[in-house]
């Protein structure tokens, strides 16, 4: 019966992650947004920019775009369909516990991720920043995590 369970569990995943591969959620610009922010990797160029309304201390609506891979898409589509509606505080240890996790993954997918909870992160500084100064520069998070495969560091 565990094996089943586990199997069910594993197909349950790749169904919500085909979903979210095939129908990006958030996915593109949000006009005039309350702060926006970017994960980049400093490697490949790679990037994620995310855009915020808040309002009375909720992440009212968020999107993002990247250029950057499908795990990169379906990251972000996961992430910001978990924030959205949530405190800032609560979308912040999301966030958090998103980077924690990282080091399960293996590298490569582990950087698509980073970029998208960077890029969040870097967007929640900008909205603090502009509170205090409303022309501040839209801030970049680079991720730390290589997003190379191993047997192309090889090469």
Do not use: W
Request: proline share 5%; aromatic share 6%.
């Amino acid at each position: 019966m565990e094996y089943m369970e586990k199997v069910m569990e594993k197909s349950e995943l790749y169904d919500i992650t085909m979903d979210h591969m095939m129908n990006p959620r958030n996915y593109g610009k949000l006009e005039n947004p309350d702060a926006q922010g970017i994960g980049k990797n400093p490697e490949n160029g790679e990037m994620v920019i995310v855009y915020l309304k808040i309002h009375d201390g909720k992440i009212e609506d968020i999107a993002f775009q990247a250029k950057a891979c499908m795990t990169t898409i379906i990251a972000g589509s996961i992430f910001t369909e978990t924030v959205k509606g949530a405190s800032i505080e609560e979308a912040r240890e999301l966030a958090q516990i998103m980077l924690d996790k990282l080091d399960q993954m293996p590298p490569e997918e582990a950087a698509c991720s980073e970029m998208v909870a960077e890029a969040f992160l870097a967007a929640l500084e900008h909205y603090a920043a502009i509170r205090t100064e409303p022309e501040a520069l839209v801030p970049t998070h680079m991720i730390t995590r290589a997003c190379t495969l191993p047997e192309e560091e090889a090469k």
